[in-house]
């Protein structure tokens, strides 16, 4: 499958962190470089391919529709093949070869955060559309911006604030995965219980390759609990759900974002009824919402291999939604283009919305992007509907 961009891949050794370039790097008369880093291959290649097939029909649209103040966006890809070693020579060679304006990217908290000091002494403006840990955004830093997911620990906060203000639930036990990812979210899960006077029934980690968790689910069950928060990656969630419900385990299960794919409905099969999941946005990809069905059937129509998958799914919403921001900040900064401006410009989004992705909220003092989020279920024909009201998880 081919994509009407350049594209490069990672290479080299690991790049020192590079001095801020020229204020206008990546800007002429016609055109603005935009580089983008994600995980194409790899394990989190659902994440960066679909960043990139996203973020590549927004910018194709915009450049059919005349540009940004008279100029095109030129889209320079990098696939750091879910490698950080390979995301931060990919990185260096957008800014030090390249040349580009910013950075759309990375896709992969296992590949952004080792990249952190690098992007962030870079002064080149990066937008994150993907991955969700909070440890590129809190504290905010000057040049890193989130244009996509709540993070991990607001989701845990998200999450914690739903099964007790709204399900009224007290005994609430916690399966997590036990990398960052599984550890940010789990934690904030249980420092919100904290705060609401609750204490998690019961605790219990696995790996993200493990395939039997029986001994954490019979201890589980032990608690006797209502709730069981399962804080990992699509796979061994699924695994996780079933398991729980062979056991004889009844009580609600709620997954974190990472479960909230297309196709993880089927991972779990028909015991996944009625479990439910963190949902980015107030319309999933397969919603008939306006705005949803417009792109989705662009995408399909522009991605014909990967309509046949079944796409497009959660990564290329965010890919689309997350380019639609890039381009608007730099609508906002005008025709004299600079990175100084465009970071201003960003800051100045109050409430923007795309129409496929949640509004975004960001200033000079908040770099965070979304703080809501909504939950979605799986219903006994494993279709998937959000609920309504969104969860504030400040």
């Given at each position: 499958m081919a994509f009407a961009v350049a594209t490069v891949t990672a290479a080299g050794l690991l790049g020192a962190a590079v001095p801020a370039l020229a204020d206008s790097t990546g800007v002429t008369d016609k055109s603005i470089k935009i580089g983008f880093v994600g995980s194409m291959t790899g394990p989190a290649a659902i994440w960066g391919s679909g960043n990139m097939a996203g973020a590549t029909l927004a910018f194709e649209e915009t450049n059919a529709a005349g540009g940004v103040?008279?100029?095109?966006?030129?889209?320079?890809?990098?696939?750091?093949?879910?490698?950080?070693?390979?995301?931060?020579?990919?990185?260096?060679?957008?800014?030090?070869?390249?040349?580009?304006?910013?950075?759309?990217?990375?896709?992969?908290?296992?590949?952004?955060?080792?990249?952190?000091?690098?992007m962030a002494n870079s002064g080149v403006p990066i937008l994150i559309p993907s991955f969700s840990s909070p440890l590129m955004t809190e504290p905010p830093i000057a040049n890193i911006f989130r244009v996509g997911p709540i993070n991990d620990r607001m989701q845990g906060r998200?999450?914690?604030?739903?099964?007790?203000?709204?399900?009224k639930l007290k005994k609430i036990a916690i399966l997590r995965q036990s990398d960052e990812y599984g550890a940010t979210g789990a934690s904030s899960v249980a420092g919100r219980l904290k705060e609401l006077g609750i204490t998690p029934v019961a605790n219990e980690v696995?790996?993200?390759?493990?395939?039997?968790?029986?001994?954490?689910?019979?201890?589980?069950?032990?608690?006797?609990?209502?709730?069981?928060?399962?804080?990992?990656?699509?796979?061994?969630?699924?695994?996780?759900?079933?398991?729980?419900?062979?056991?004889?385990?009844?009580?609600?299960?709620?997954?974190?974002s990472a479960t909230s794919n297309q196709n993880y409905p089927e991972l779990v099969g028909k015991v996944g009824a009625g479990t439910k999941f963190v949902s980015n946005g107030e319309h999933l990809p397969e919603s008939d919402a306006p705005a949803m069905k417009k792109f989705r059937e662009a995408f399909q129509k522009r991605f014909p291999d990967l309509a046949r998958q079944g796409r497009p799914a959660l990564g290329?919403?965010?890919?689309?939604?997350?380019?639609?921001?890039?381009?608007e900040g730099l609508r906002?900064?005008?025709?004299?283009?600079?990175?100084?401006?465009?970071?201003?410009a960003l800051e100045s989004l109050d409430g923007y919305e795309t129409g496929v992705s949640m509004p975004t909220y960001l200033s000079a003092t908040n770099h965070e992007?979304?703080?809501?989020?909504?939950?979605?279920?799986?219903?006994?024909?494993?279709?998937?509907?959000?609920?309504?009201?969104?969860?504030?998880?400040?």
């Open positions: 103040n008279g100029r095109k966006i030129e889209f320079i890809t990098v696939d750091d093949e879910t490698s950080a070693p390979k995301g931060i020579a990919g990185f260096n060679r957008l800014v030090q070869s390249d040349k580009v304006f910013a950075v759309f990217g990375p896709s992969s908290s296992a590949v952004g955060v080792p990249m952190k000091t690098t998200g999450i914690a604030n739903y099964l007790v203000d709204k399900e696995f790996n993200a390759a493990d395939t039997d968790f029986t001994s954490q689910i019979l201890r589980v069950r032990s608690s006797n609990p209502d709730a069981i928060v399962v804080y990992g990656y699509p796979a061994p969630s699924a695994i996780v759900t079933r398991q729980i419900r062979e056991v004889g385990i009844k009580a609600e299960i709620i997954g974190s290329d919403v965010l890919g689309y939604g997350g380019a639609l921001t890039v381009v906002r900064a005008g025709k004299d283009l600079t990175r100084a401006g465009y970071m201003k992007g979304n703080t809501k989020m909504y939950i979605a279920v799986i219903k006994d024909d494993l279709t998937r509907e959000v609920l309504p009201g969104a969860i504030d998880a400040k």
